[in-house]
């Protein structure tokens, strides 16, 4: 069975009276060229569990079987079960579990489905998804603020977000989304995906990226705490100068105390903080660390 035949996959639909829904993104993939790319950026291999956040009508969770020692789905969309029953069928390798993605704890999840092999205290797994739009910030940032134990992401996502991970200070696509996932990966933009492929058809085009799990950051971070909460204090307000932002988001400290500080380590206070560096970033959380911020 093709399931990313346009002809089968309107068919599957039809047969079961589902109605695809535009609130949770459902947009199924319908070329298996894509599909392919994308277990190829994943790199299964015969020893690896993937994790895969929504199933769709299965198209690439199939795929992924194929190549995986194991696929956990998490899916949020009961209704695809009957679906989901028929085009997995044979598919022994492969679990899937209704919920919501940001409500789970991933690295439990993996352990229970493989005996505690795979997860927090086990091997490393991969994450691979064609995520709706409007989850894709909250998710990849879930995946990686719980420290997960993930060595590899390969998400589709909508082409501007992907630009914003890959983004140089300054420019209008950098932002809090920028840094953390450059602190926590190392990202890479791997192929531009047209409406065409999938059904129905989104607005907007996609880009297929590969996030690849740092083993330590590439910036010393005394407090990561202080760390994001500069990085969310510098874009909370783009136009405001450093030295407002962040009087604003640690009370404790005099404006002239903040503005002092980041004279002494270089940086003039009156820089945005869309312009400053992971490294500056960093070097502005140790500052501020062990203060009564």
Known sequence: MKLYSPATVRQIIDKYGFHIQKGLGQNFLIDGNVVNKIVETAEVRPDDVVLEIGAGIGTLTRAL?????????????????????????????VKVVFGNALNINFDELISDQTGGRY???????????????????????????????????????????????????????????????????????????????????????????RLRRRETPPVPVEDEGIFFRVVRAAFGQRRKTLV??????????????????????????????????????????????????
């Open 65 to 93: 079987a194929e190549k995986a020692a194991k696929v956990i789905v998490i899916e949020v969309d009961r209704h695809l079960s009957p679906i989901l029953e028929e085009t997995l069928a044979g598919c022994d390798n």
């Open 119 to 209: 997860g927090p205290t086990g091997s490393p797994y991969k994450i691979v998804a064609n995520l709706p739009y409007y989850i894709t910030t909250p998710l990849i940032m879930h995946s990686l603020e719980n420290r997960f134990n993930v060595s590899l992401m390969v998400f589709m996502i909508q082409k501007e977000v992907a630009e914003r991970m890959v983004a140089l200070p300054g420019s209008k696509e950098y932002g809090a989304l920028t840094l953390g996932v450059n602190y926590y990966c190392d990202p890479q933009l791997v192929i531009r995906v047209p409406q065409k492929v999938f059904l129905p058809q989104p607005e907007v085009e996609s880009m297929v990226v």
């Open 244 to 293: 407002n932002a962040l009087s604003g988001a640690f009370q404790g400290l005099e404006k002239s105390m903040i503005a002092r500080m980041l004279n002494d380590i270089g940086i003039d206070p009156a820089r945005r903080g869309e312009t400053l560096s992971l490294q500056e970033f960093a070097v502005v959380a140790n500052a501020l660390s062990g203060k009564p911020v």
